[in-house]
């Protein structure tokens, strides 16, 4: 009997690699492998990167933000305002709590705050940015700059987006004055504690 058990339970765990999916926290989740997991418009997920520079297998992006919000329309979220930096590179990355690389909720969406298997909904752990471009200034000159970021996740109350706080930036842009690290909360590394929160 236990071998027979076993070669089921192989068998079994075959056929969900095979089909996309795996376990995550005791549920079955579906992978991008799986072919059926899309973005906010639909559109299918890929492995590796995609044409907008998205690799949510590696939670990677690199690209622009133009091509960050998945339309390639020369702007940023449709904003006109945009257009001056829509261009610039940004590079993303962001752990699986931000982001997880699965479906574990059955929406067709990659899970958002994936925590032990359980999906929050919302974005928890840490996303990096990194954005390199070039500006015109008043005088007419083409200025360039370079900016990083890492923020994490701490709950309400947070002084970015209602829920995060940036706890390191680096800003670099000599026309205006600014040099190297401007911002650092707490010890190097990504979070305030291991519960990504202040209390």
Partial sequence: ????FLTVVVTVLAALVAAGAGVAGGGLCTTIRGGTLTDKFDNPLVLGYDQFGYNYQAHMFNGTYDSSDRVLDGLYQAD??????ADDSLIMKWSDAWIANVDCNGDTKLDRGLVDGVVGGISKGWLTN??????????GVVQHYTYFAKIVWVGPGGSLWGQY???QEVYNDPAAG??????????????LNDGWTTN
Avoid: C, W
């Fill in 1 to 4: 009997m236990g071998t027979r």
């Fill in 80 to 85: 006109p305002a945009s257009a001056d930096y």
């Fill in 130 to 139: 990194q954005n390199e471009g070039d500006y015109t200034d008043l005088d």
């Fill in 165 to 167: 706080k940036i706890i």
């Fill in 178 to 191: 600014i040099h190297g690290l401007q911002l650092m909360v707490g010890a190097p590394g990504f979070g």
